[in-house]
């Protein structure tokens, strides 16, 4: 497979916010400063994972740092440090896949981009009737704080959120994938093309352990969402009788309390199988995995950040 470069690309798409019925042009996420790219070995063409203050030059043929053998392994994975780009180990790591609800990062890093915290998002028919998993209770009439519908998007992974805040930002959910691969573009994500807000279902919807990476670290780079998806649980005031809404993260790594774990998403479909994103914060060092139809995503994450850990120290 050729190998694809990545990056995070700092420049805007597409100027405007999105706001109530009619479609809306979609901005893209702030620009981060950038270093020259550093390149770690000599390769065939550097891979690049940013954004952050100093992205640096990954080199797919250098030696792993670690070594893990899988009884299964996943059909793709990277271990590699958020902070300077180098890779620990890698499985496939250009293998083109399907990424099941992975997908809802970059519906998050777009609407964080265009959307107050405090903005109101009006719960449509499409929405409340979005397939598979969902955050459910959305009100008819009632409107909902965007920054609620973000829980709901990135803990329990609700599609209804998904599509309830796409709506928001551009008026449609069509418009707001156009916009996903605009910026996926903008991004050089050469592996991921988007054909949902959701991830739900696989067709055409599809990426690679490098451009994951990238997505996780950009992320983690928004405070808004860095916040979100490191939180284990929420109790958010909700517009439903009770007035609450109980949320859980779907994180296999925060709910078993691996020490450091500080997100990211999780996803699953039959085609995609069990896909995590995770990323831990240990020793003045933050490691970050990405497994693709992994049989065990908590098992085989714990192995390869244990002793990535171990190797860093």
Same mark, same amino acid.
Not at 45 to 63: D, K, S, Y
Not at 93 to 99: C, F
Not at 151 to 173: C, F, R
Not at 199 to 228: E, K, M, T, W, Y
């Given at each position: 497979?050729?190998?694809? *470069?990545?990056? =995070?690309? &700092? /420049?805007?798409?597409?100027?405007?916010? @999105?706001? !109530?019925?009619? #479609? %809306?042009? $979609?901005?893209?996420?702030?620009?981060?400063?950038?270093?020259? *790219?550093?390149? =770690?070995? &000599? /390769?065939?063409?550097?891979?690049?994972? @940013?954004? !952050?203050?100093? #992205? %640096?030059? $990954?080199?797919?043929?250098?030696?792993?740092?670690?070594?893990?053998?899988?009884?299964?392994?996943?059909?793709?994975?990277?271990?590699?440090?958020?902070?300077?780009?180098?890779? %620990?180990?890698?499985?496939?790591?250009?293998?083109?896949?399907?990424?099941?609800?992975?997908?809802?990062?970059?519906?998050?890093?777009?609407?964080?981009?265009?959307?107050?915290?405090?903005?109101?998002?009006?719960?449509?028919?499409?929405?409340?009737?979005?397939?598979?998993?969902?955050?459910?209770?959305?009100?008819?009439?009632?409107?909902?704080?965007?920054?609620?519908?973000?829980?709901?998007?990135?803990?329990?992974?609700?599609?209804?959120?998904?599509?309830?805040?796409?709506?928001?930002?551009?008026?449609?959910?069509?418009?707001?994938?156009?916009?996903?691969?605009?910026?996926?573009?903008?991004?050089?994500?050469?592996?991921?093309?988007?054909?949902?807000?959701?991830?739900?279902?696989?067709?055409?919807?599809?990426?690679?352990?490098?451009?994951?990476?990238?997505?996780?670290?950009?992320?983690?780079?928004?405070?808004?969402?860095?916040?979100?998806?490191?939180?284990?649980?929420?109790?958010?005031?909700?517009?439903?009788?009770?007035?609450?809404?109980?949320?859980?993260?779907?994180?296999?790594?925060?709910?078993?309390?691996?020490?450091?774990?500080?997100?990211?998403?999780?996803?699953?479909?039959?085609?995609?199988?069990?896909?995590?994103?995770?990323?831990?914060?240990?020793?003045?060092?933050?490691?970050?995995?990405?497994?693709?139809?992994?049989?065990?995503?908590?098992?085989?994450?714990?192995?390869?950040?244990?002793?990535?850990?171990?190797?860093?120290?």
């Amino acid at each position: 497979m050729r190998v694809r *470069a990545t990056a =995070i690309a &700092a /420049a805007a798409l597409i100027a405007g916010c @999105g706001s !109530g019925s009619a #479609p %809306l042009p $979609v901005q893209a996420p702030p620009a981060q400063p950038k270093a020259p *790219a550093e390149p =770690i070995q &000599a /390769a065939n063409g550097p891979i690049v994972i @940013g954004p !952050g203050p100093t #992205p %640096l030059a $990954v080199r797919l043929e250098a030696a792993d740092v670690i070594s893990v053998p899988f009884h299964r392994p996943p059909r793709a994975g990277l271990l590699f440090d958020l902070d300077t780009g180098r890779v %620990l180990w890698r499985r496939n790591p250009t293998r083109i896949l399907p990424i099941a609800s992975l997908t809802k990062m970059m519906t998050a890093l777009l609407v964080v981009a265009n959307g107050r915290p405090e903005a109101r998002v009006r719960i449509t028919k499409e929405a409340r009737q979005a397939p598979g998993s969902r955050v459910g209770l959305l009100p008819k009439k009632k409107p909902v704080r965007l920054e609620s519908l973000l829980y709901g998007l990135l803990l329990p992974s609700g599609n209804d959120a998904a599509h309830a805040l796409a709506q928001k930002v551009s008026g449609s959910s069509r418009a707001f994938v156009t916009a996903m691969n605009a910026h996926a573009q903008g991004m050089n994500l050469g592996c991921t093309h988007f054909t949902s807000v959701d991830g739900f279902v696989d067709a055409g919807n599809h990426s690679c352990a490098i451009d994951l990476a990238a997505l996780a670290r950009a992320v983690l780079d928004q405070p808004r969402l860095a916040r979100i998806v490191g939180s284990r649980s929420v109790v958010l005031r909700f517009p439903t009788k009770g007035g609450k809404l109980y949320l859980f993260n779907n994180n296999p790594l925060l709910r078993t309390g691996y020490a450091g774990t500080i997100g990211v998403k999780t996803g699953y479909t039959d085609a995609a199988g069990h896909c995590l994103v995770a990323a831990v914060r240990r020793h003045g060092h933050r490691l970050g995995v990405v497994l693709l139809h992994s049989p065990d995503t908590n098992v085989q994450a714990r192995k390869l950040l244990s002793r990535g850990f171990r190797a860093l120290r």
